[in-house]
């Protein structure tokens, strides 16, 4: 329990310190309605921020946050496809990353069971890489945005219509964890 305090404790700190930064006015505004202009399919990884990466602000970016940035559970693909539906983000982009602990599980055997789902879309892609790249963790992310995109465009009617129809940008970026670039693929 002692840890759980110290945890809940600098949550605690932390909440008062934006609470007193934070403009009233826009969390006013963002209280009556959300107006995203993207929506973002990223890992999980605590080091992998997009607000912090693309200098965004509260109310910028609809994320959903999945290990692997992977779109095989239909929860992940519903949530973008409100975005794009409901929030008429302009972009949806998938954003994976180095090092990605994931795709380092699934080399190396260590899967969850509840995780299965995203090691067989990390399993397609490894399979898609180049016989040189196929235990190259990076290039195997580089890989899984692919085809994550590919799933999203494929699968849901939604987002593929909304890129048909010119109303949607669908694409991908890999963020480097050691010097913070992001690559556009």
Do not use: W
């Amino acid at each position: 329990m002692a840890a759980g305090i110290d945890v809940k404790q600098r949550l605690t700190d932390g909440n008062s310190i934006f609470k007193r930064s934070v403009d009233p006015s826009v969390l006013s505004r963002l209280a009556r309605k959300q107006e995203p202009f993207v929506a973002i399919l990223t890992c999980s990884d605590s080091r992998v921020s997009p607000f912090k990466i693309f200098n965004l602000s509260l109310g910028d970016a609809f994320v959903v946050r999945v290990a692997g940035n992977s779109c095989s559970d239909p929860s992940v693909i519903g949530s973008l496809e409100y975005a794009v539906d409901h929030l008429h983000v302009r972009g949806l982009m998938v954003l994976g990353h180095t090092d990605c602990g994931a795709v380092r599980a699934v080399l190396d055997g260590h899967v969850t069971e509840n995780l299965k789902k995203v090691a067989r879309d990390i399993e397609r892609a490894q399979s898609k890489t180049s016989i040189d790249n196929a235990n190259d963790a990076n290039a195997i992310s580089e890989s899984n945005v692919r085809l994550q995109i590919r799933i999203l465009a494929d699968s849901s009617r939604i987002i593929g219509a909304a890129v048909s129809e010119g109303k949607l940008a669908l694409f991908g970026a890999m963020y480097d964890l050691g010097t913070g670039q992001v690559r556009f693929i």
